[in-house]
């Protein structure tokens, strides 16, 4: 399926109209890009929000020190945006990069501001979504142990686990590589 028709057809399967469907493809312009391209730069101002088609990314924190965490994977069908950023208009709070090729649509800050304005029902759509990812990740880490998180991201994401690094996984799963590889073994362990 051409992006195009991937991102109308994402619209419309959430309910919005054939036009409104595509007046946002015509606000939206279609890139592509390869690994390791950065999309937002933490601290930098918040210039475009993504939607991906095709492709994995990622949205990190980086702490003064260097220290890296991962806040979370994107796949096909997911909306990229710094809420927070966007809504109190300041620099982004964490950067963004494809881990492999993708093809994103994207997005002008301005015109996403629009769309809450005369296209509400887009808006609370997008803001919908990321609620549910929200809500989804802070249940994963406060009510499972490691080793859960660990099984639970292995069977929702199978794909993503052969597509990036241990110390990847395991900086999303909230432990150290270690740790990880410590589970890893004993995983293979109780299944041989």
């Known amino acids: ?37 950065c999309l937002i730069r933490q601290g930098e101002s918040l210039t475009h929000v993504f939607f991906l088609i095709e492709g994995v990314c ?37 950067q963004l990069e494809s881990l492999s090729e993708s093809t994103l649509f994207k997005v002008s800050v301005d015109e996403l501001h629009q769309w809450r304005a005369h296209l ?26 490691p080793e859960e998180r660990y099984q639970q991201f292995c069977q929702r994401y199978p794909e993503l686990e052969k597509q990036v690094a241990d110390y990847q996984i395991a900086s999303y799963l909230g432990i150290t590589p270690i740790s990880l590889s410590r589970i890893k073994k004993r995983s293979q362990l109780n299944k041989g």
């Open 58 to 94: 990622q949205a990190s924190y980086f702490t003064d020190h260097g220290k890296q965490f991962i806040k979370e994977f994107y796949w096909e069908n997911d909306f990229l945006i710094g809420f927070e950023s966007l809504l109190k208009s300041q620099p982004a709070l964490f």
């Open 120 to 145: 509400p029902r887009v808006w609370c759509h997008i803001v919908e979504q990321q609620l549910l990812h929200k809500e989804f990740k802070e249940r994963f880490m406060l009510l499972h142990s």
């Open 1 to 37: 399926m051409m992006p195009e028709q991937s991102l109308l057809s994402m619209l419309q399967a959430f309910g919005h109209d054939r036009d409104t469907a595509n007046e946002i493809l015509q606000q939206s312009e279609q890139i592509q890009i390869p690994a390791k391209t």
